[in-house]
């Protein structure tokens, strides 16, 4: 005679209850899989009705992820939050823009750039200065003299 209330039976209650918890699971899966697709669609709806606007489409990862992601939504939380990301617009009069940099920002690398060729300058004009030492038998110390001459005036560039 079988037990019905037996919970190693798949035909009782204990069958019922290993339904119910692959139920839940499967279920709890699903949720998990619904909230990650929301949440990939309204980032790129943001993202495109920033990009329609004219804003910097990467400043989307700053918007609220419980906010409404309508454009009427996103267009008055950018007008809040205008602030924050300044000059980052990737189109000007109609026409994209190939340079998202703010002015500072494009300042700065102009800068690194400029430091960087004076650099290369130096380091030319020094191996030509070292290049111009003439070696003479006879006088061996005279160019000992220039050479450390040469060093003793780029020291200052040396040392950077």
């Known amino acids: 005679m079988d037990n019905y ?3 190693d039976d798949d035909k009782g209650i204990g069958g019922l209850r290993k339904q119910f918890k692959e139920q839940k ?12 697709l ?16 004219g804003l910097d489409p990467r400043v989307a990862k700053f918007y609220p992820k419980d906010a409404p992601t309508d454009p009427a939504s996103v267009a008055q939380w950018v007008e809040e ?16 823009d190939e340079d998202v940099l703010t002015d500072s920002e494009r300042r700065g690398y102009q800068i690194i750039q400029d430091m960087a060729a004076y650099q290369d300058g130096v380091q030319v004009d020094l191996k030509s200065r070292l290049d111009k030492i003439q070696y003479n038998p006879q006088d061996p110390d005279a160019a000992v003299k220039e050479l450390m001459a040469t060093l003793k005036e780029f020291e200052g560039y040396l040392n950077m």
């Open 81 to 96: 939050n205008k602030f924050a990301f300044g000059d980052r617009r990737i189109m000007q009069s109609g026409t994209q």
């Open 25 to 36: 699971k499967l279920l709890d899966q699903q949720q998990t899989m619904i909230a990650q």
């Open 5 to 7: 209330l037996d919970d």
């Open 38 to 53: 929301l949440a990939e669609r309204n980032a790129s709806s943001v993202a495109d009705t920033l990009a329609s606007s």
